[in-house]
């Protein structure tokens, strides 16, 4: 089974542009998590999919926004770039039918996003 | 605020040695602790992970100690290889808030051979 594919890897913006990053989750999970791993803050939780609604958001500006599609496949946006925005952005998905604890979660490889 | 306190930063252990991280968690309506491990260039990949119903749980090299009324977890590397040199970070989570994890700020493990 394939693993948490994400595209692309590696990306270079400058300020005040936007991206889009694209998960593709394990066949089957209808989960889909992002996180932001950076060297000062560490791995932050963004949002959770499932089933095309957001289900649970964390402590990022609005900048931040993502969906998903009816294949699971999600996508998340972050508008008006900044220099700290510079991270790498982690998927990962998971069943979700389970509760979360029951159910693991596997990450993918990561999109390097360069903001300069 | 940082909910999930890690440490040490970095841990350098010989070959055959144990390896030691430790973690303290604040919020007490967490209930699930899973350890992650990360090589570079990869995601981070569930190593094993813990309810606070039990003290212990033990898979292979790998054991979580977890000691509730302290708010405190820790993982044991039993017989360190050098192929366990890798970012080892702790989490938490509630359950009930789905995938949200948040995490330990991360222990580099070089284990010398």
């Known amino acids: 089974k394939a693993g948490v594919t994400q595209t692309p890897r590696y990306l270079i913006k400058t300020r005040g542009q936007q991206v889009t990053l694209s998960c593709s989750p394990i066949?089957?999970?209808?989960?889909v998590s992002w996180y932001q791993q950076t060297p000062g803050q560490g791995l932050q939780f963004l949002f959770e999919?499932?089933?095309?609604?957001?289900?649970n958001k964390g402590n990022f500006p609005g900048r931040f926004s993502g969906r998903q599609f009816s294949n699971s496949r999600s996508e998340m946006n972050v508008s008006t770039l900044e220099l700290g925005d510079s991270a790498l952005y982690l998927c990962?998905?998971?069943?979700?039918?389970?509760?979360?604890?029951?159910?693991?979660?596997?990450f993918g490889p990561g999109t390097r996003l360069t903001v300069l | 605020q940082q909910q999930v306190k890690q440490s040490p930063q970095s841990l350098i252990v010989q070959k055959g040695g144990i390896s030691i991280i430790n973690c303290a968690y604040e919020?007490?309506?967490?209930?699930?602790f899973p350890w992650y491990q990360q090589f570079p260039g990869k995601g981070p990949a569930l190593l094993i992970a813990?309810?606070?119903?039990?003290s212990e749980k033990k898979e292979g090299r790998f054991t979580i100690s977890f000691n509730k009324s302290a708010k405190q977890f820790s993982l044991h590397i039993m017989d360190s290889q050098p192929g366990d040199s890798a970012t080892y970070f702790c989490?938490?989570?509630?359950?009930?808030?789905?995938?949200?994890?948040?995490f330990g700020e991360g222990t580099q493990l070089t284990v010398n051979p």
């Open positions: 990962a998905s998971r069943n979700g039918f389970r509760r979360a604890g029951a159910d693991t979660q596997y």
């Open positions: 066949s089957g999970h209808r989960s």
């Open positions: 999919y499932f089933s095309e609604t957001q289900r």
């Open positions: 919020n007490t309506a967490f209930d699930y």
């Open positions: 813990i309810r606070p119903d039990v």
């Open positions: 989490a938490a989570s509630k359950v009930a808030s789905g995938s949200r994890l948040t």
